[in-house]
């Protein structure tokens, strides 16, 4: 069993930064690839970033390209999301999850466990 716990969410104005925070215990966290993903009022969870086991390799949607920036400390047992130049439409409950494997995956059902989520809003 793998406990995900997300922290760092909260209002922020257009332009500004944010940084997740995604804290596991339970499982050798170590060896998995871990995921971000959001979901806005009204529509579908999505992808948004996902790095590999070691933190050496990470995937972005092309929405957050160049913005955001995911990061695992495997000494901390922690995944990071760092997020700048925030836009009204990344306003949404931001998931993180942990895969089984150690590769990076970007479609949700390739990850076993799941956060609570943490809500981001942007105001315009």
């Known amino acids: 069993q793998v406990q995900l716990v997300e922290s760092g969410g909260g209002l922020v104005q257009a332009g500004g930064s944010l940084r997740l925070s995604c804290a596991a215990s339970?499982?050798?966290?170590?060896?998995?690839?871990m995921g971000w993903f959001r979901q806005a009022p009204g529509k579908e969870r999505e992808f948004v970033a996902a790095i590999n086991w070691t933190g050496g390799s990470a995937r972005y949607a092309d929405s957050v390209e160049g913005r955001f920036t995911v990061s695992k400390d495997n000494a901390l047992n922690t995944v990071y999301l760092q997020m700048n130049s925030l836009k009204p439409e990344d306003t949404a409950v931001y998931y993180c999850a942990a895969s089984s494997g150690v590769f990076i995956f970007t479609r949700s059902r390739d990850y076993t466990y799941w956060g609570q989520g943490t809500q981001v809003t942007v105001s315009s």
């Open positions: 339970g499982r050798t966290f170590s060896r998995s690839a």
